[in-house]
């Protein structure tokens, strides 16, 4: 069963920036895809950035430029850089891994930008 851990959320001004990790219990080369979606308090789950296997990456377009999504394979590790936060970015971040037709889901990072 893989598992995700999540790390690196918390409070930061309008304007600021945090990094997000995503550690996988398996290597990396044994998932196809991992990645940040994000549910703001009354909003459905939404795409923040996916990275596959191959290093392809995809973006929700409102995010590019702002957001990085990286890997470090030697650690079987996901990041989210977050850059000129905006108090709409305020929610929790779940990590998703997918390996083969499964998907598995991190506990959530909350993330909340005051203005």
């Known amino acids: 069963q893989l598992q995700l851990v999540e790390s690196g959320g918390g409070l930061v001004q309008a304007g600021g920036s945090l990094r997000l990790s995503c550690a996988a219990s398996?290597?990396?080369?044994?998932?196809?895809?991992m990645g940040w979606f994000r549910q703001a308090p009354g909003k459905q789950r939404e795409l923040v950035a996916v990275?596959?296997?191959?290093?392809?990456?995809n973006y929700a377009d409102t995010l590019k430029g702002r957001f990085t999504i990286s890997r470090d394979n030697a650690k079987n590790t996901v990041f989210l850089q977050m850059n000129s936060l905006k108090p709409e970015d305020t929610a929790v971040y779940y990590c998703?891994?997918?390996?083969?037709?499964?998907?598995?889901w991190g506990q959530g990072s909350q993330v909340t930008v005051s203005s």
């Open positions: 998703v891994a997918a390996v083969s037709l499964k998907e598995y």
């Open positions: 990275i596959a296997r191959g290093g392809i990456t």
């Open positions: 398996t290597s990396m080369f044994s998932i196809n895809m």
